[in-house]
């Protein structure tokens, strides 16, 4: 997959951040693109400035993944006109963070319904054509730090992250036979919309020491470019774990060398992080 001149791409969450940005450097890798997201009027923007810069985007369509029906009727369209793809990149996604007192049923499943199931409904649909094609081709999953590490506050949201990892290594040595690459993308800190929009349940934004927290998080961010160009180098190379910032390789390196310090690690963090809690509300037994 090193030269990716007229391969067929599709790329969920294409209206922003991180999808936005892969989808503009896979159309100058010369990719013909099939995109989608929910934001219909972010994905017309996405799909005009590659069509003003002389991409090609085949196919530009707005739906929810995690909607089976509406992603398998796509998929149906997509290989009517088109064929078979080449690669497919789950970048889709969305955050909510919360302690697991604070978050509700709707949350857990906000989370899994859209950053597992969404890209498992992809999967189902694009890769079994791949395969049946015979020509090879990629698959990338978007998992995040949260799907290698525990994080405060990230219960919900990691139980999706580290799902997709799951799926992602075993589907690494499943599709080798047919010559289909897999990455699985882990992103820490990355300058997007989602940054200011992540929902943290049960804590107040406007909190100074929220404020400060935010702050710090923006300021080890990399920009979606910088992520973008990680993912097209994965595929080129056919690298499975996609590292996007030098402290998330070092913390999944430590974590997995010195067992015990990261537990240590992840105790003070979870104990800092609850600093920012309101006080429990106590009832009468």
């Given at each position: 997959?090193?030269?990716?001149?007229?391969?067929?791409?599709?790329?969920?969450?294409?209206?922003?951040?991180?999808?936005?940005?892969?989808?503009?450097?896979?159309?100058?890798?010369?990719?013909?693109?099939?995109?989608?997201?929910?934001?219909?009027?972010?994905?017309?923007?996405?799909?005009?400035?590659?069509?003003?810069?002389?991409?090609?985007?085949?196919?530009?369509?707005?739906?929810?993944?995690?909607?089976?029906?509406?992603?398998?009727?796509?998929?149906?369209?997509?290989?009517?006109?088109?064929?078979?793809?080449?690669?497919?990149?789950?970048?889709?996604?969305?955050?909510?963070?919360?302690?697991?007192?604070?978050?509700?049923?709707?949350?857990?499943?906000?989370?899994?319904?859209?950053?597992?199931?969404?890209?498992?409904?992809i999967?189902?649909?694009?890769?079994?054509?791949?395969?049946?094609?015979?020509?090879?081709?990629?698959?990338?999953?978007?998992?995040s730090?949260?799907?290698?590490?525990?994080?405060?506050?990230h219960?919900?949201?990691?139980?999706?992250?580290?799902?997709?990892?799951?799926?992602?290594?075993?589907?690494?040595?499943?599709?080798?036979?047919?010559?289909?690459?897999?990455?699985?993308?882990?992103?820490?800190?990355?300058?997007t919309?989602?940054?200011?929009?992540?929902?943290?349940?049960?804590?107040?934004?406007?909190?100074?020491?929220v404020?400060?927290?935010?702050?710090l998080?923006?300021?080890?961010?990399?920009?979606?470019?910088?992520?973008?160009?990680?993912i097209?180098?994965?595929?080129?190379?056919?690298?499975?774990?996609?590292?996007?910032?030098?402290?998330?390789?070092?913390?999944?390196w430590?974590?997995?060398?010195?067992?015990w310090?990261?537990?240590v690690?992840?105790?003070?963090?979870?104990?800092?992080?609850?600093?920012?809690?309101?006080?429990?509300?106590?009832?009468?037994?």
């Amino acid at each position: 997959m090193k030269d990716l001149t007229g391969r067929k791409c599709l790329i969920t969450g294409a209206a922003s951040g991180i999808g936005r940005a892969t989808a503009i450097a896979a159309a100058a890798a010369g990719m013909r693109l099939v995109l989608t997201d929910i934001d219909a009027d972010g994905l017309a923007e996405t799909a005009a400035r590659i069509r003003g810069a002389g991409g090609e985007v085949l196919d530009a369509q707005v739906l929810d993944v995690s909607d089976y029906e509406a992603v398998t009727t796509w998929a149906k369209r997509v290989h009517d006109e088109y064929g078979s793809l080449d690669v497919v990149m789950n970048i889709a996604g969305i955050a909510t963070w919360g302690t697991v007192e604070n978050l509700e049923h709707r949350h857990w499943k906000s989370m899994v319904d859209v950053n597992l199931m969404g890209p498992i409904h992809i999967i189902e649909n694009f890769v079994p054509p791949m395969v049946a094609a015979g020509r090879g081709g990629h698959l990338v999953n978007v998992s995040s730090a949260a799907g290698l590490l525990a994080l405060p506050w990230h219960a919900a949201y990691s139980a999706a992250k580290f799902g997709l990892r799951g799926v992602s290594e075993v589907l690494r040595f499943d599709l080798e036979r047919h010559h289909i690459g897999v990455s699985l993308v882990v992103p820490g800190a990355v300058r997007t919309p989602l940054v200011g929009t992540v929902q943290i349940v049960g804590v107040d934004r406007d909190d100074p020491r929220v404020r400060r927290m935010v702050k710090l998080f923006e300021g080890h961010a990399v920009t979606p470019e910088k992520v973008a160009d990680r993912i097209i180098a994965g595929v080129r190379h056919n690298r499975f774990l996609v590292h996007t910032s030098a402290d998330i390789r070092i913390g999944y390196w430590f974590a997995r060398k010195f067992a015990w310090p990261y537990e240590v690690v992840a105790r003070i963090a979870n104990r800092e992080f609850g600093k920012l809690l309101p006080a429990p509300a106590r009832g009468t037994q």
